[in-house]
């Protein structure tokens, strides 16, 4: 499970920053790609990539200002161009208003799509839980911007315990059948009448990974709330320190108020995002270290660097 950051940016393009895209890769887990966002030039972007775009199969978007949908309908129709692979329908969650975007873009461009997009348009009404699989589950919850805005929690469900191969193959027991009764949990008696655990040999249950991502926001407790145990909390850093009533006004945050939020949220790791682009290299140092000094573990990310979730 990776992140990889296509926009970093606040607003408006920078020379170094574009605006708002990642991904959360899901390759190895169910062979997807979700994008949260996507900010004019995100398909540019892309190309600097290795990703696929027909693997990108989710798209969550926080809300409807334009440094964060502008890119969609690009990316949505260069995703159609990709005529020797097989093409996959996409599913597209937001605030209200997302698919008249899209539709309306993709009509008065004259764009036509050899896949469908299953909408899933997100209101007041409509929060918590908003997708399950099998493997992940996927939270929503409104934050504090100038417009409805949205934070993502995306949970792993536990992993089952590894069977313990070389430690069955010591003991004797013979490859095959007895393998798979042991894995699925079943106690078997081999021919010399010994009794095998099935417990001794599968190691406990993995706890899933925790990834919150949020849109454009305050300090609130919904974001407290969103990253609650987070293994990743992306937490947009507009502003920096001592910018609290420019960053309130303009419904965003500063550095300080994210580490506050992945401080008392108790989460793992914090990336910020969304960097104005009046802070340049040196401002993003100082900022990354004044952040540290309320949570450690605290990085400002750059487009198209690549974050494992460990």
């Given at each position: 499970?990776?992140?990889q950051?296509?926009?970093?940016?606040?607003?408006?393009?920078?020379k170094?920053?574009?605006?708002?895209?990642?991904?959360?890769?899901?390759?190895?887990?169910?062979?997807?790609?979700?994008?949260?966002d996507?900010?004019?030039?995100t398909?540019?972007?892309?190309?600097?990539?290795?990703?696929k775009?027909?693997?990108?199969?989710?798209?969550?978007?926080t809300?409807?200002?334009?440094?964060?949908?502008?890119?969609?309908?690009?990316?949505?129709?260069?995703?159609a161009?990709?005529?020797?692979?097989?093409?996959?329908?996409?599913?597209?969650?937001?605030?209200?208003?997302?698919?008249?975007?899209v539709?309306?873009?993709?009509?008065?461009?004259?764009?036509?799509?050899?896949?469908k997009?299953?909408?899933?348009e997100?209101?007041?009404d409509?929060?918590?839980?908003?997708?399950?699989?099998?493997k992940?589950?996927v939270?929503?919850e409104?934050?504090?911007?100038?417009?409805?805005?949205?934070?993502?929690?995306?949970?792993q469900?536990?992993l089952?315990?590894?069977?313990?191969?070389?430690?069955?193959?010591?003991?004797?027991?013979?490859?095959?059948?007895?393998?798979?009764?042991?894995?699925?949990?079943?106690?078997?008696?081999?021919?010399?009448?010994?009794?095998?655990?099935?417990q001794?040999?599968?190691?406990?249950?993995?706890?899933?990974?925790?990834?919150?991502?949020?849109?454009?926001?305050?300090?609130?407790?919904?974001?407290?709330?969103?990253?609650?145990?987070?293994?990743?909390?992306?937490?947009?850093?507009?502003y920096?320190?001592?910018?609290?009533?420019?960053a309130?006004?303009?419904?965003?945050?500063?550095?300080?108020?994210?580490?506050?939020?992945?401080?008392?949220?108790?989460?793992?790791?914090?990336?910020?995002?969304?960097?104005s682009?009046?802070?340049?290299?040196?401002?993003?140092?100082?900022?990354?270290?004044?952040?540290?000094?309320?949570?450690?573990?605290?990085?400002?990310?750059?487009?198209?660097?690549?974050?494992k979730?460990?």
């Open positions: 499970m990776e992140l950051f296509l926009g970093t940016g606040a607003g408006q393009p920078a170094q920053r574009n605006v708002s895209s990642l991904v959360l890769k899901l390759l190895d887990e169910i062979n997807e790609i979700w994008m949260f996507c900010g004019e030039g398909q540019r972007q892309i190309l600097e990539t290795t990703i775009p027909r693997k990108i199969e989710k798209i969550f978007i809300h409807l200002h334009g440094d964060h949908i502008f890119g969609l309908p690009g990316f949505l129709s260069s995703r161009f990709q005529a020797s692979e097989e093409q996959t329908d996409i599913a597209i969650f937001g605030p209200l208003g997302i698919k008249s975007f539709q309306n873009s993709l009509s008065v461009s004259g764009s036509r799509l050899p896949y997009i299953h909408y899933h997100l209101t007041e409509k929060l918590g839980k908003i997708f399950e699989t099998d992940f589950t939270y929503a409104r934050l504090a911007h100038t417009i409805f805005c949205l934070g993502y929690r995306v949970v469900k536990d089952e315990g590894t069977l313990d191969a070389e430690a069955l193959k010591e003991a004797g027991v013979p490859f095959g059948p007895l393998f798979g009764k042991i894995k699925n949990g079943q106690d078997v008696t081999l021919e010399d009448g010994r009794l095998i655990h099935a001794d040999f599968i190691s406990a249950p993995k706890k899933g990974k925790i990834v919150t991502i949020l849109g454009d926001t305050r300090k609130s407790l919904a974001s407290q709330r969103l990253a609650k145990d987070a293994d990743v909390l992306v937490h947009e850093s507009t920096g320190k001592g910018d609290d009533k420019i309130r006004n303009h419904g965003h945050s500063t550095n300080i108020q994210a580490a506050q939020i992945a401080r008392d949220a108790g989460v793992k790791r914090l990336l910020l995002n969304h960097v682009a009046r802070f340049l290299g040196r401002d993003c140092r100082q900022m990354e270290k004044d952040a540290a000094a309320i949570f450690a573990n605290v990085k400002i990310v750059k487009d198209l660097e690549e974050v979730i460990q």
